[in-house]
C-alpha cells in the first residue's frame, strides 16, 4: 500500500468517526489490526428502569475510499 493511499484512508476513516462522534456515539479506530471493519460505532440510551445507560447500537464500519476518476 502507498503512503498516499494509507493517508487517504486514515483521513476517511477520521472523518466517519467525526460526524458519528457529532451525534453521541461513542467511536473507536481499529488502527492496523487489519480485521474486516474499521471502525466501531456504540450508542447508549438511557434505560428508564434504572439510572445506568445500555447500549442500544453497536455497528461495525468497513470505510473504502476510491480514487475519483
Excluded: W
Excluded at 500500500?1 to 476513516?13: C, D, L, P, Q, S
Excluded at 451525534?23 to 471493519?37: I, K, N, Q, W
Amino acid at each position: 500500500m502507498t503512503n498516499k493511499k494509507y493517508i487517504r484512508g486514515v483521513g476517511f476513516e477520521r472523518e466517519v468517526m467525526k460526524i458519528f462522534k457529532e451525534h453521541g456515539f461513542v467511536v473507536l479506530r481499529t488502527a492496523g489490526s487489519h480485521s474486516p471493519f474499521d471502525v466501531i460505532l456504540i450508542k447508549y440510551a438511557k434505560d428508564e428502569r434504572s439510572d445506568f445507560n445500555r447500549i442500544a447500537h453497536i455497528t461495525l464500519v468497513q470505510c473504502k475510499t476510491e480514487k475519483k476518476k
